[in-house]
């Protein structure tokens, strides 16, 4: 009996509270601006002000200058350059298609006979660009790679390959 009465007159004074409240004033209608004599008549017109506001350089405007986009996930690998075409001969040759086949020493320094996956032979030397990377350095007894990676979670954007003339194993 007791709870419903107190129940009641929780009731009753929160009817009371809500009956003693002013009415809120309703809001005064707001007056639209006149568009200007040199005004815009559809948002396209907008977009093309946006546009020649950034061409002249009025607005921001972000070059990323060679540097990964920031939003991109470090997931998701990119486009791989293989699925392309590769250019003929030297520069189309990966670094771990390459077998060493010879180095000879001439007048300029060592130059390397290598043979690539078509079954031809290539002279290379140092300094030679190849599909994922360079020739760094041809010595009497091997050839050593810089091979260009793009892995985000590595320190260098490279890594060092060297490949010996008459590999033997080492009992």
Avoid: C, H
């Avoid at 509270?17 to 006149?34: D, G």
């Avoid at 200058?65 to 350059?81: I, K, M, N, Y």
């Amino acid at each position: 009996m007791r709870s419903s009465f107190s129940v009641a007159v929780a009731l009753l004074l929160a009817v009371l509270i809500a009956a003693a409240r002013p009415p809120r004033p309703t809001p005064a209608p707001t007056k639209t601006p006149a568009p200007a004599p040199g005004g815009l008549n559809s948002p396209g017109e907008a977009l093309l002000q946006q546009d020649e506001a950034a061409l002249t350089g009025r607005t921001y405007s972000y070059d990323p200058a060679g540097r990964r986009d920031p939003f991109r996930s470090l997931l998701v690998r990119p486009e791989d350059r293989a699925r392309g075409d590769r250019p003929l001969g030297v520069p189309g040759m990966s670094i771990d298609d390459i077998a060493i086949y010879g180095i000879w020493k001439t007048r300029s320094g060592y130059i390397a006979q290598v043979r690539a996956t078509d079954n031809k032979s290539y002279l290379i030397r140092a300094g030679d660009l190849l599909y994922d990377g360079e020739v760094t350095r041809v010595g009497p007894n091997e050839v050593v790679f810089r091979q260009n990676i793009n892995d985000p979670q590595s320190v260098k954007p490279f890594r060092e390959v060297t490949k010996q003339l008459n590999v033997t194993p080492k009992p």
